[in-house]
C-alpha cells in the first residue's frame, strides 16, 4: 500500500549544530519527494523537493538525498538556526488510478526544536 | 503569505450538523486539494480537482463531498459531523493537474465537534 515512514517524531539540536530526518517509501514507482515545514499556526509550506532523477539537491542550508534502491530519502539542515524549529514532512507521490492520477501521501511528520 | 484563503479560520459545532469550508486557491491555479490534519492520522490526502472537475480521490469519507466552482474557489461539506471529525482542514492549491507542481496551502480552518 500507501505508505510513507518517518523518524524521528521529535528532534531537539543546538543551534548551529546539523539536524538530520529521513524518510522511507513503499512505492518503487514514486518519483517525487517533496519536504515541507510547518509552523505554528500556519499550513505546510514547500521548502525543496527532488525527483527520482536526482541522488542529492542543496539549496543554501537545506539539502535532500535521495536513495530509490533502498526507498529512503533525508533532509539535512546545516548550521541550524531558532527559525528552523518548526513541524517537517516528507511525502511521496503515488499513483492511484489507472488514470494515472497521483496523490501525495505525508509521513507523520518531525517536531524540530532549535536550543539556542 | 502563500495567496491561498480559507474561510472560516476556526469552526465550532456539535454532532450531526453540517458545515462548509470554503477555499479560494492562488490567482493562475487550476487545482484544488483538501486535506485533513489530526494529531493521530498526520496530514491525509482528501480530494482534488483541477478545473473544476474531480481529479483525484484520497480517504475521503462518503458523509463528505466537495465542489470547484466556475471562478475556481472550492467547498468542503462536511455533513453528519462525529467527534472525530475535529481536525485542521487544509486547502492547497497548484497550477497544473498533476500531483509534481508545487501546492500551496491556505492557514487552514479549525473544526471543533462538540
Known amino acids: 500500500g500507501e505508505n510513507v515512514e518517518q523518524h524521528p517524531s521529535t528532534l531537539s539540536v543546538q543551534e548551529g549544530d546539523s539536524a538530520v530526518i529521513k524518510c522511507t517509501y513503499s512505492?518503487?514507482?514514486?518519483?517525487?519527494f517533496p519536504w515541507y515545514k510547518q509552523e505554528l499556526g500556519k499550513g505546510p509550506q514547500l521548502i525543496i523537493d527532488i525527483r527520482s532523477n536526482v541522488g542529492e539537491k542543496k539549496d543554501q542550508r537545506i539539502a535532500v538525498t535521495l536513495n530509490k534502491t533502498a526507498k529512503h530519502f533525508s533532509l539535512h539542515i546545516t548550521e541550524t538556526q531558532p527559525e528552523d524549529s518548526a513541524v517537517y514532512f516528507c511525502?511521496?507521490?503515488?499513483?492511484?488510478?489507472?488514470?494515472?492520477?497521483?496523490?501525495?501521501?505525508f509521513g507523520t511528520g518531525t517536531r524540530l526544536t532549535i536550543i539556542p | 503569505d502563500s495567496g491561498v484563503t480559507q474561510t472560516p479560520k476556526h469552526l465550532i459545532t456539535a454532532t450531526g450538523q453540517r458545515v462548509t469550508l470554503r477555499c479560494s486557491p492562488r490567482?493562475?491555479?487550476?487545482?484544488v486539494y483538501w486535506y485533513q490534519q489530526s494529531l493521530d492520522q498526520g496530514l491525509q490526502f482528501l480530494i482534488q480537482?483541477?478545473?473544476?472537475?474531480?481529479?483525484a480521490k484520497g480517504n475521503i469519507l462518503e458523509r463528505f463531498s466537495a465542489q470547484q466552482f466556475p471562478d475556481l474557489h472550492s467547498e468542503l461539506n462536511l455533513s453528519s459531523l462525529e467527534l472525530g471529525d475535529s481536525a485542521l482542514y487544509f486547502c492547497a492549491s497548484s497550477v497544473g493537474a498533476g500531483a509534481l507542481y508545487e501546492q500551496y496551502f491556505g492557514p487552514g480552518t479549525r473544526l471543533t465537534v462538540t
Open positions: 512505492d518503487s514507482a514514486s518519483n517525487y
Open positions: 480537482y483541477y478545473n473544476g472537475e474531480e481529479r
Open positions: 490567482s493562475g491555479d487550476l487545482s
Open positions: 511525502a511521496a507521490i503515488f499513483v492511484i488510478s489507472n488514470f494515472g492520477n497521483e496523490k501525495l501521501t
